[in-house]
Structures are given as C-alpha cells and as structure tokens.
C-alpha cells in the first residue's frame, strides 16, 4: 500500500475554504485516495474517495492530481464543528480491507 | 449518527479481568471490523467479521476474540486485561466486505486499573 504524507496541523478561519493536502507519490494504479476525519475522541467519519477524476459530495470536494500523487482535501466553507484530525489513505480494493490509518493533519478551525 | 451503535460507553476494570464489547451495525450491513485506538498507537485494526465469518485479521492479541452472531451484532472479548489494554474500541460497519467506506460507531471507553 501506498504512504502517506500529510502536515501535521492546519488552521483555517470560519468561513474560508480548508485545503487539505496528501502526498501519495507510490500510489499504484489500482489504489484508491480515502479521506476520514475524527473529531476528538469520536469515531472516525468516511468523507469523500477517488480514483483518477474528482469527486464531489455534500460533505467535500477531492482534487487528484492527473499524476496521481498527490491530492488535496477541500472543505469549502469551514465551521468551528470541522475541527478535526483528517486522515488521507490510500488502499487498493483487493486484498486487505481494513483501514490504515496514519498520523493525519489536525485541522483547526479559528473564529 | 452513523447508525452504528456500541454498549457500554465506559467501562472501568482491573489488570486481569475480563470484559465484552459491544457492537450493532448499520441496517443492512453485514460486515463488523473492530479497532483499538490507544495514545502511542495511534487507531489499530484488530478482526473483520462478514455475515457471520471471520473474514481479516489484523493485530489482534491472542487474548482477544471477537464473533459475530446471526443478527450480525458483533461482540470483542478482551481477557486478561492489562494496563496497556486501556483504550478507545471502536467498531465500524460496511455492506461490502471490501469496502474502504465503514461507518465507525461512538466507541467504548476502556480503562484498565
């Protein structure tokens, strides 16, 4: 399975767009880029995934670089209630299906 | 609320004992997978059930077991619990077996004195 790498922390004001960026650079053709999100001591919340096009969902939007190696994480309007720690993982469909999750960015939201 | 419900909240016991945890998945769902997030661990996969079997394990100690009945609840058993057994369990819940999009339960709090 691919590695991540992703900033350990990120502030972003109330209101702006939270962009949240992973490197991914030996990702393989048939992994896939996850993001989950864990609000303190909550159970971690499935975002958005991806392959190869951007995705789009009520929660956030995924932008995959056309090289695959790195992909960005947009909240498009951050409230106080994102602050959380978000993990980009990247897996492929066969094989093991439980989740790796790394250390993650924490994302702090500012009034 | 993702539909996944665990029991107890909390639980505090001594070095030694014995407890279960457990866990509901969402409608519809039929495969359970249970992790342990502990402090210096970070969040650690421990077993996949699907419809009733075991289906991946991951780092599970042999003093743990889990199963999963014929409503697909799912129970852990931790036994022998030590100091470092302390953490947050969580399970989650997906309708594919292979799929990266589980939905996690609240966790159970365990602390081991």
């Known amino acids: 399975d691919a590695k991540t790498t992703q900033p350990p922390s990120m502030d972003c004001a109330e209101g702006r767009a939270a962009n949240l960026p992973c490197n991914h650079s030996?990702?393989?053709?048939?992994?896939?880029v996850y993001w989950y999100r864990q609000i303190h001591s909550q159970g971690p919340q499935y975002i958005i995934h991806g392959l190869k096009n951007n995705e789009t969902n009520e929660m956030a939007s995924l932008i995959i670089t056309e090289d695959r190696k790195s992909s960005t994480l947009i909240l498009p309007h951050a409230t106080l209630r994102d602050t959380a720690v978000y993990y980009c993982?990247?897996?492929?469909?066969?094989?093991?299906?439980?989740?790796?999750f790394g250390t993650g960015t924490r994302l702090t939201v500012i009034p | 609320d993702s539909g996944v419900t665990q029991t107890p909240k909390h639980l505090i016991t001594a070095t030694g004992q014995r407890v279960t945890l457990r866990c509901s998945p969402r409608?519809?769902?039929?495969?359970v997978y249970w992790y342990q997030q502990s402090l210096d661990q970070g969040l650690q996969f421990l077993i996949q059930?699907?419809?009733?079997?075991?289906?991946a394990k991951g780092n599970i100690l042999e003093r743990f077991s889990a199963q999963q009945f014929p409503d697909l609840h799912s129970e852990l058993n931790l036994s022998s619990l030590e100091l470092g057994d302390s953490a947050l369990y969580f399970c989650a819940s997906s309708v594919d077996p292979d799929s990266y999009e589980q939905y996690f339960g609240p966790g159970t709090r365990l602390t081991v004195t």
């Open positions: 409608s519809g769902d039929l495969s």
């Open positions: 030996t990702i393989s053709g048939n992994e896939y």
């Open positions: 059930y699907y419809n009733g079997e075991e289906r």
């Open positions: 993982i990247v897996r492929s469909r066969i094989g093991a299906n439980n989740l790796f």
